[in-house]
């Protein structure tokens, strides 16, 4: 009973490294999101993918890019670290059966990101 | 653009107080309201939703919210505050399920014994 599952918890990158943040989720759920959590600015939407095959930018989506590799599959990539991505990233996902969505959003535990 | 403010980022209330956390969204047409609760150093969990059914929501660990459509507000709160409630606490709405859900920036709870 995973839920969703993201990788890696934590990760030190330098400044121009990239990296891919992995998302895995096995309720069947449609939709998949990634948000990145800052103190005092609460949870901002990176990109989201409202089903397999499409994905769209969120409200702070540059200097990252996603892919939605499978139903339950969702990656996100920094392809030029810099020290303004240093925050925690979740992934989430929500949905129920076919294209009904219960709304409740259901979260990862977290990858903790910084770069230096 | 919709928008979610929390009043207050950081709350302490005695254990055996009441707990009331603000909520205010901004928009004229009625959105889809949450509730999520964060403890230290894991993810976020929903605590209740609203969602155009009864006024008065009822969630999990003794929280209640109730939707003012008047005051386009959806305030959290428990009768009695436990230590275990001790987390930070997110207002969220979306209009469409499946799409964009947008947070409030948070309210830190603390309880104090």
């Known amino acids: 009973n995973a839920g969703v599952t993201q990788t890696p918890k934590f990760q030190v990158l330098k400044t121009g490294q990239s990296m891919t943040l992995q998302c895995a989720q096995d309720m069947n759920h449609n939709s998949m999101y990634w948000y990145r959590q800052d103190p005092g600015m609460g949870l901002r939407l990176i990109y989201y993918s409202a089903s397999e095959g499409t994905t769209d930018k969120g409200e702070v989506p540059n200097g990252y890019n996603v892919s939605r590799l499978n139903k339950r599959e969702f990656s996100l990539r920094l392809e030029s670290a810099a020290p303004s991505q240093t925050s925690v990233y979740f992934c989430?996902?929500?949905?129920?059966?076919?294209?009904?969505?219960?709304?409740?959003?259901?979260f990862g535990e977290g990858s903790r990101l910084t770069v230096l | 653009a919709q928008s979610v403010t929390q009043l207050g980022s950081h709350v302490s209330v005695s254990e055996g107080a009441l707990v009331l956390l603000r909520c205010n969204y901004s928009?004229?047409?009625?959105?889809?309201l949450f509730w999520y609760v964060q403890y230290p150093n894991q993810g976020l969990q929903l605590l209740l939703k609203y969602t155009s059914a009864a006024t008065l929501v009822k969630g999990i660990n003794g929280f209640e919210a109730e939707f003012k459509k008047s005051e386009t507000s959806f305030h959290l709160t428990k009768p009695s505050a436990h230590m275990s409630d001790a987390a930070e606490y997110f207002c969220?709405?979306?209009?469409?399920?499946?799409?964009?859900?947008?947070f409030g920036p948070g309210t830190r709870l603390s309880v104090l014994p």
């Open positions: 969220a709405v979306t209009y469409n399920y499946g799409q964009n859900f947008v």
């Open positions: 989430a996902s929500s949905g129920g059966r076919g294209v009904v969505n219960t709304g409740e959003l259901f």
């Open positions: 928009s004229s047409v009625p959105p889809y």
